[in-house]
């Protein structure tokens, strides 16, 4: 580490933050930020002088175990500690990622509206001024350099910069593919197809226009865009989303090959974090039914980690009717299965599955629920399942009940799907 104090601030370089995605019940930074500590604020910037994080000191934040997020589209998130054991049981995490965007029936509060929260930011808009005063007083170029970014990456900035990345992939992730939990939702996104090709009724992430698959060469065009963004921190990086809400419908070729680039492009094997690169995309059940074995042949030959999530909603067929999902339950049924086969025969590939949970569901979707995850999910540790409380047609006390009750009978690992987007 180097440390340099200027004036009233301390900057450190080179803090070596975790290079796996280990969860602790303690804040851990993975990666290699740059950190500043002011006024009892510890504000961490990524290597382009991007705000990252924000947390600080009893003076001036509550609970030194929670910090305050901000993502590569602008989002901020706060990190909440709401009791460990119940958080990971729940969602994988020992801390709630709090979006303030998307509703979850299980945690209904509201941090990021907290006084210490936008204290906190306007503290921050404090420092991108400081940062310029002091980057053309300091003597040390290292500094000097690194407050000149930061002085340069105000609110608005750091704004602008979210649209440039979803101008880059023409698009945005209206949702992240649950698994991305596990790294810390750090992913570089990258736009194969847009939409789904599907229309059902119950869905809150549709986007405009019909199902389409980019070009190869369109793809192309992103991943050297995408390197000229995030520059510098790209070594902060080893996982891909492959968006939007159906990419395995873009074919083994589309896929193989925009993995390839963006791997020798992006420098996803040259990254800080240590193991293969991680490939997160979605599939429909129909997608899923259609790939030949010999595409989860080739996957499995290549050094990435793969982990595909198919919406399954429900193997009982009133419920899918009542969602508006044009699926038959067979097909959810032989989807599922096709799932855990590819988890059981194949290492580097994660099928994982999402079914929902509501106040408003009938009965037999549980007891059919449970019946098909008894009736073929095998103890791997791989083919987590998530469940989805429907918004507005849930309660706290059912959801936690059903999911206490699905949990408890599968042999397949089950959480509760928290929504996040990029
Ligand atoms: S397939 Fe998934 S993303 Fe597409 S409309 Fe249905 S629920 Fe939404």
């Known amino acids: 580490m180097e440390s340099y104090f200027v004036n009233d601030l301390e900057i450190i370089f080179d803090f070596a933050g975790r290079n796996d995605w280990k969860k602790f019940s303690f804040p851990i930074w993975y990666g290699i930020p740059v950190k500043i500590k002011w006024r009892g604020y510890e ?42 054991e119940f958080s990971y049981d729940l969602i994988k995490n020992y801390y709630v990622p709090y979006t303030g965007i998307y509703e979850c029936a299980v945690f209904k509060e509201r941090p990021l509206e907290n006084s210490h929260v936008k204290k906190a930011l306007m503290e921050f808009d ?41 101008n880059i992939i023409g698009g945005s992730l209206p949702v992240l593919p649950p698994d991305t939990i596990d790294v810390d939702y750090e992913v570089i996104p990258l736009m194969v197809v847009d939409g789904c090709g599907w229309n059902c009724d119950f869905c809150r ?58 791997d020798k492009v992006l420098k996803l094997h040259g990254s800080y974090f240590r193991g293969d690169p991680n490939i997160f995309f979605f599939a429909s059940a129909k997608s899923l039914l259609k790939v030949k074995e010999r595409f989860f042949e080739t996957l499995n030959s290549l050094p990435y980690n793969f982990y595909i999530n198919v919406g399954l909603e429900s193997p009982d067929q009133q419920t899918l009717d009542k969602l508006g999902k044009p699926l038959t339950a067979y097909e959810v049924k032989e989807s599922f299965k096709k799932a855990q086969y590819v988890n059981d025969n194949y290492a580097r590939i994660d099928i994982t599955s999402n079914f929902i949970l509501g106040r408003d569901l009938s009965r037999k979707h549980l ?31 059912q959801v936690l009940k059903n999911f206490k009750e699905v949990k408890r009978i599968s042999p397949l690992p089950v959480y509760i799907y928290l929504m996040q987007r990029l």
């Open 205 to 262: 992430f549709k986007t405009k226009g019909s199902f389409k698959v980019r070009s190869q060469q369109e793809i192309e065009r992103q991943v050297y865009a995408l390197r000229d963004l995030y520059r510098e921190d790209l070594i902060n990086y080893n996982s891909l989303v492959l968006g939007q809400n159906n990419a395995l419908a873009a074919g083994e070729t589309i896929l193989i090959k925009t993995i390839q680039i963006a």
């Open 367 to 397: 007891e059919m629920l449970k019946d098909l995850l008894c009736e073929n999910g095998s103890r791997k540790g791989k083919g987590t399942v998530y469940l989805s409380p429907l918004i507005d047609l849930s309660d706290k006390r």
């Open 43 to 84: 504000f961490d910037f990524n290597l382009r002088g991007n705000l990252k994080r924000i947390k600080g000191n009893l003076s001036v934040w509550p609970n030194p175990l929670e910090l305050l997020k901000r993502n590569d589209s602008n989002d901020y998130i706060y990190y909440g500690s709401f009791g460990y």
């Open 126 to 166: 404090k420092l991108v001024i400081r940062s310029g005063e002091l980057s053309s007083a300091v003597k040390d170029e290292r500094p000097k350099k690194f407050l000149a970014k930061v002085a340069a990456r105000g609110r608005e900035a750091l704004a602008r910069e979210a649209t440039a990345l979803h």
